[in-house]
């Protein structure tokens, strides 16, 4: 075989080989969605997501390598293979499952609502918000952001590209309500959010996060559904859970 010819065969064969032969997992992943990936005071990655890549990559034998990426571009990111995974908080939706292959869920989430201060009269849940005299906000390219525009298609809608920045703009009274995920809306609210703005914590939708990769892998993706089944069963799934969840 020539070198070229060797290199498209390699390229072409799981996922997996390229990751032994090089000692490295490379995770794509984007900070600031708490609590699965956030950047510390040093400036070191931390969080569920991490955490999970970290016990992911020793399981492999492997380097964890974190490669921060843009959500909104995240899934053209990993058909360009910048990365091997997309471990970062990501809803398997049927629309992204046409362009890329999810593992088995490894938690479930849904959409919540941060509500403006003295709105929670009016606003009971997020149906009252179909209404063309709210402005409501999510960050770019989320479910957040598709939940807002399905189901408050009356509303007025505002983009922001970080979720901290939509979350904020409703603690400052600038939009009326922040759609999104409910870990990252609860932390937010813990932190920053009492008695400043009111949080409407049950989920509407039905968000199942879970790993993702290219399609045409099924040894990755064999070799990914048993790490979770193994980590769930053997504590440390549950470890790295307490760990995120209830500290
Ligand atoms: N679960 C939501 C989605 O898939 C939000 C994920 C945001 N993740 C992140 N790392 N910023 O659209």
């Known amino acids: 075989l020539s070198a070229q010819a060797a290199d498209i065969e390699l390229a072409q064969k799981s996922t997996l080989e390229r990751i032994l032969k090089s000692g490295e997992l490379r995770v794509g992943f984007d900070p600031g969605y708490m609590p699965f990936e956030m950047t510390d005071t040093k400036g070191r990655y931390v969080g569920f997501d991490i955490a999970l890549a970290k016990e992911m990559a020793k399981s492999m034998g492997v380097k964890f390598v974190p490669v921060n990426t843009d959500f909104d571009g995240i899934i053209p ?13 990501i809803t398997v939706t049927q629309e992204r499952n046409l362009q890329i292959n999810f593992s088995d869920p490894y938690i479930v989430v849904g959409q919540t609502i941060l509500l403006r201060k003295g709105l929670e009269e009016e606003v009971e849940s997020y149906r009252d918000l179909n209404d063309g005299q709210y402005t409501v906000a999510s960050r770019l390219g989320t479910t957040g952001e598709m939940a807002a525009k399905r189901y408050m298609p009356k509303a007025d809608y505002k983009s922001y590209e970080k979720e901290a920045d939509g979350a904020l703009e409703v603690l400052n009274g600038q939009v009326d309500a922040f759609v999104y995920d409910l870990p990252f809306n609860a932390i937010f609210n813990a932190q920053q959010g009492k008695g400043k703005v009111a949080f409407l914590d049950e989920p509407f939708t039905y968000e199942p ?18 790490f979770l089944r ?10 790295i859970y ?4 209830n500290s």
């Open 242 to 245: 307490d760990k995120w969840f």
């Open 77 to 89: 990111a990993l058909l360009t293979k910048k990365f091997d995974i997309i471990i970062s908080g």
């Open 230 to 239: 193994q980590i769930k069963n053997d504590g440390r799934y549950d470890r």
């Open 209 to 226: 996060l879970a790993f993702g990769i290219r399609k045409g892998d099924p040894d990755f993706l064999n070799w990914l559904n048993n």
